[in-house]
């Protein structure tokens, strides 16, 4: 994936009839609607009030681009999710900091002040993933003696408590101040709360230029808020807010110094005698609509809907019944401990729901990527397969489900291609983009197979075979019909849409692949990865179609397949540098830089066994080592940048496949040491959440891995390598079809001197296992067994 927006401008959207209303200086112009309501009656414009509803003039909240993540609170629970700066506040900046849902951006605006300060932040917490604390206090405060609101001689710093707690259903967000007294005399507190909403789409966030819709006069009672915006998709979005007290409701003036946004304020004054405390609790959620020409919207009950209930065991219960179905790990390292924690709770907070009723799959990450991937989630669904199976057959379903079944230009699509993204956002919904959903990856098909095949191995049920089996078949056609543009048994990409990803492979910034000279490639292209993936696809399917009793289907696969890795070898092997090429050009060139590509050929089994120890250095040497992990691209070569997104960073994901690649190829040490640096810098983030990516800088000039500014985090693929990890280490590999359970060479780093596995399913046994590293070696005991199982090391 790939933060940068590889399209063409976009085309001018038609203009709507529009009236200009005046806005701050540093605030664009709002083009603002009157389309007519009922019997021709236009909407209330700003200042108007009816039926006893007050409407405030709307404004265009800046929309920056997002450049820099730090210090960014993540919360999310189902499709919503909330990003704030450590204070809790949603604001301006160049985070993407607000409220989301469904691509778009529910609220742009949320900032509280008490006493027209910003609270001292004390502690901060989002441990729950969808519910956060943050404890703050308030700075000292300076007080006109004459002010008819909060009259005084001020109030010192640290003498009112200040609670944030947000809690985050499916549906909606309900947040909740509490302020207590501390100060040993009576108080009059002052809570102003700043709110605004965009409506962006979260393209425009990562800096996506476009004609807009149009934002209408905000609707308003003293406990209601509604926000309400037409995009050009001809749809209605709104963002409704409920309030459990009355407040005085103001616009935000232009030219006003502490403007942070947003369109409207509320205010709440409270007098708290000493020791005292209040609470205010506000509701936020959305509702979407088509948008009839005439729909009017005047009426109290058509403006705020009834108020969703936020349960707050909604999410608990969520997590409790997630974690019991998963297989338990624990270590005698406790910070391993708390990394592998910290990736379960990621992994279900990345949860979504849909696209179809019913279904749930893991989105790739937040903020950018919180929607379906093929790509992430099967590489995540094949991670955690061992340790959560039920993620690889929802995976499968929703990606069968979506699979393409005609040539679209416009989305990159052909029969058989399994899917690159989904987005339900307005620039996808109004055709801007062609991601609804968008088919530009070249791997997602021949990954689909394998995880297929893969899925067989661990649950043994013939049935999922049985019902994904066109599926597949659809898939293995695109292959070798599709996939192979020219004819010379390999696949590779080429964009046929105008707003396609020039670079389809998973390395897809427009930069990633490079000749030793730096030199871009030109499309098409076969990457050396893929062809692994392709190789791997067809041994899995031969293996299904046999035990379908489709023999003659099985041994075309398997020809296919060494034929492949014959012609593989041949065309990829770069003999100068005993290494692997990162892709073929047009003109069937080589791109041989050094890459990581090579790593997860390891892991497809593509790699001829002669030259797997040169890969193995090539990947650990100091080019391509940083000491932290494997490098995207290797330092020295012209193009390469620690900070470079596919050209010299460190992802945690690519790292887990070449460590398993690794150990596949019998060099277990070598792996461990891979698992043991990825690991170590899993401890240096926040939370031991591994980021989406980080910076390639060598290890002995930085004592802490750098951070990468818009990395997203968590990240699905990232928090599945740490389970990946410890099924390489362990040597898991289930044969459910013959009720067998193998452990391959199984192998603790010196670092790790115990592991319990709990209830790790095979078919329909399951089992408890102790790893125990004495002296150099690895013993593996069974504790417990369910069913007909047999555990078989082989070392």
């Not at 083009?31 to 009816?50: D, E, K, L, S």
């Not at 681009?65 to 700066?85: E, I, P, R, W, Y």
């Not at 943050?134 to 405060?141: A, G, R, V």
Request: hydrophobic share 40%.
């Amino acid at each position: 994936m790939t933060h940068d927006t590889q399209a063409a401008t976009p085309p001018a959207a038609p203009t709507p009839s529009t009236t200009a209303i005046p806005q701050p200086t540093s605030m664009s112009t709002v083009p603002v609607t009157a389309p007519a309501g009922a019997n021709g009656a236009p909407i209330p414009t700003g200042g108007a009030v009816v039926d006893g509803v007050r409407f405030f003039e709307p404004r265009d909240s800046r929309i920056e681009k997002a450049t820099d993540l730090g210090s960014v609170q993540v919360l999310k629970h189902g499709n919503l999710f909330m990003l704030t700066d450590q204070f809790g506040d949603i604001h301006a900046d160049s985070r993407g900091l607000g409220l989301y849902r469904d691509d778009s951006r529910l609220l742009s605006c949320s900032v509280i002040r008490v006493g027209g300060a910003r609270p001292v932040a004390l502690q901060g917490s989002t441990g729950a993933n969808y519910r956060g604390v943050i404890q703050l206090t308030n700075p000292t405060l300076d007080r006109n003696p004459d002010d008819k609101i909060t009259p005084g001689q001020g109030l010192v710093g640290k003498k009112l408590g200040i609670t944030r707690e947000r809690l985050l259903s499916n549906d909606a967000l309900e947040e909740r101040i509490r302020i207590v007294n501390f100060a040993e005399h009576d108080e009059t507190v002052d809570v102003v709360l700043e709110m605004g909403e965009d409506s962006a789409d979260i393209f425009e966030v990562r800096g996506y230029e476009r004609a807009r819709g149009t934002i209408l006069p905000v609707a308003t009672t003293d406990t209601r808020v509604t926000f309400r915006y037409d995009g050009l998709d001809h749809r209605r979005r709104r963002t409704h807010v409920a309030f459990s007290e009355a407040a005085t409701i103001e616009a935000v003036q232009p030219g006003d110094p502490t403007d942070q946004g947003g369109t409207i304020r509320l205010r709440w004054v409270w007098p708290l005698a000493a020791g005292a405390d209040h609470e205010l609790t506000w509701t936020v959620w959305s509702s979407v609509s088509q948008l009839p020409e005439t729909e009017r919207e005047t009426s109290q009950a058509e403006l705020f809907p009834e108020t969703p209930r936020v349960a707050p065991d909604e999410g608990a219960a969520a997590y409790h019944a997630w974690t019991r179905s998963t297989t338990a790990v624990a270590a005698d390292h406790e910070l391993f401990n708390l990394t592998i924690a910290r990736s379960l709770a990621d992994i279900r907070l990345l949860v979504n729901e849909g696209p179809r009723a019913g279904e749930r799959y893991v989105a790739a990450g937040v903020p950018w990527f919180t929607t379906l991937f093929g790509r992430d989630s099967i590489i995540v669904a094949l991670q955690t397969l061992a340790f959560r199976p039920q993620i690889a057959v929802e995976t499968l379903d929703v990606l069968a489900a979506l699979q393409a079944t005609e040539v679209d230009d416009w989305r990159d699509a052909e029969p058989g291609k399994i899917l690159h993204e989904l987005r339900r956002g307005e620039t996808a919904l109004d055709g801007e983009l062609p991601h609804s959903p968008y088919y530009g990856s070249v791997d997602s098909t021949p990954l689909f197979l394998i995880l297929l095949g893969a899925t067989y191995d661990w649950t043994g049920d013939a049935s999922i075979v049985d019902r994904l089996w066109p599926n597949a078949l659809a898939a293995l056609k695109w292959i070798d019909e599709w996939g192979d543009r020219d004819g010379d048994g390999f696949v590779e990409y080429e964009r046929r849409s105008p707003r396609g990803l020039l670079n389809q492979g998973w390395k897809d910034s427009g930069d990633a692949i490079r000749d030793r000279n730096g030199n871009q490639m030109t499309a098409p292209i076969a990457l050396a990865e893929v062809q692994g993936y392709v190789f791997d696809a067809k041994k899995r399917m031969a293996a299904l179609a046999r035990m379908r009793s489709e023999d003659e289907l099985a041994t075309r696969l398997d020809a296919d397949a060494e034929k492949l890795r014959a012609r593989f070898e041949e065309a990829f092997w770069v003999e100068d540098q005993r290494y692997y090429a990162m892709a073929l050009d047009a003109d069937k060139r080589q791109a041989d830089a050094l890459g990581s590509n090579a790593g997860q050929c390891l892991w497809s089994g593509i790699v001829s066994p002669q030259r797997a120890r040169d890969v193995a250095d090539r990947l650990l040497g100091p080019a391509m080592f940083s000491g932290w992990g494997i490098r995207t691209y290797g330092d020295g070569q012209p193009g390469y940048t620690p900070f470079g997104y596919h050209t010299g960073t460190v992802w945690p994901h690519d790292n887990s496949l070449a460590a398993a690649g690794l150990k596949r190829y019998g060099f277990q040490d070598e792996a461990n040491r891979l698992v043991g640096s990825v690991f170590e810098a899993a401890q240096q983030f926040s939370d031991f959440r591994l980021p989406e990516l980080f910076c390639g800088f060598q290890r002995e000039g930085a004592a802490m891995p750098v951070p990468y500014p818009v990395a997203c985090s968590p990240q699905a693929w990232s928090a599945g390598a740490s389970f990946l990890f410890l099924q390489t280490m362990l040597g898991l590999k289930a044969h459910a079809d013959r009720r067998e359970l193998e452990l391959l060479r199984p192998h603790l780093p010196d670092w790790l001197g115990k592991v319990t596995i709990t209830n790790l399913r095979v078919g329909d046994a399951s089992c408890d296992l102790l790893f125990h590293r004495w002296r150099g070696t690895t013993s593996a005991e069974v504790l417990r067994k369910v069913g007909d199982l047999s555990v078989t090391i082989r070392l």
